[in-house]
């Protein structure tokens, strides 16, 4: 099987620095993991020698690669998940309240301009309101019963998080429609250059976060479940 037919989720787990080269040609690699490359790059409309490019870009990844300091493939959950607590949690809540300042800011000085991302900070509230009730429903019901081996009672929990998740990637698509795909206009200010910079930021964590979550984390806790269903007996149907 060639690269190009292996999930996105599956590219990011394996290969180090995979997931910067997915930024690169916008492929969701996090809420879209379980597309193949070639298939999600000729839905975002790459033609073919884009397709081969990025190809040659993860071989090359995949030829430089040394061991990872953390391989998150092959940890604990609970180290994940303590993983994921202070890497993104931590820091989705000291992201969004600044950038939400800093878009009111903008939208109050460079209102009257053509490209001023209007509804920018209403938007980035909504976001901040989402992610914190999601946060907490992690945090206090499925990284709990993760963290004791409850991972057949957590199908359900996961499930409703998988769900979110691709609500919060539909929320990334509307910040990226509200702001040229976070492209600064001409004679932008600083603060309108501080938003942006913390914008782009916020989509990378905020796509790693989902990554770990949905092809890490969820993938763990599914495979003991699954090993544990009976096998179906053929002589039950005879």
């Known amino acids: 099987m060639t690269l190009q037919d292996q999930s996105l989720g599956l590219l990011a787990r394996r290969i180090p620095g995979a997931t910067r080269i997915f930024h690169d040609y916008a492929l969701d690699f996090c809420c879209g993991g379980k597309q193949t490359l070639r298939a999600a790059a000729q839905q975002t409309g790459l033609d073919a020698a884009a397709i081969d490019a990025i190809e040659a870009q993860l071989r ?3 030829d430089e690669a040394q061991p990872a ?3 998150w493939n092959t940890a604990a959950p609970a180290a994940l998940i303590a993983h994921i607590l202070t890497r993104f949690h931590a820091r989705h809540r000291e992201q969004l309240p600044e950038l939400i300042r800093l878009a009111r800011r903008v939208e109050q000085v460079h209102g009257d301009r053509p490209d001023c991302p209007l509804g920018l900070a209403d938007h980035l509230t909504g976001m901040l309101g989402e992610l914190e009730t999601h946060m907490q429903k992690e945090e206090q019901v499925l990284f709990p019963m993760l963290s004791r081996g409850m991972h057949t009672a957590a199908g359900r929990p996961i499930a409703v998080m998988r769900a979110e998740h691709d609500d919060h990637g539909q929320a990334l698509q509307r910040l ?6 976070i492209t600064l206009p001409r004679a932008a200010c600083n603060t309108w250059r501080a938003l942006y910079l913390g914008l782009r930021t916020l989509r990378e964590d905020l796509m790693e976060h989902i990554h770990l979550e949905n092809n ?3 993938e763990i806790a599914v495979a003991p479940a699954a090993s544990a269903t009976p096998a179906c007996s053929c002589s039950a149907h005879a």
């Open 216 to 218: 890490v984390l969820f």
């Open 69 to 71: 300091a953390d391989d």
């Open 176 to 181: 990226a429609a509200l702001t040229n795909d």
């Open 60 to 62: 090359a990844l995949q």
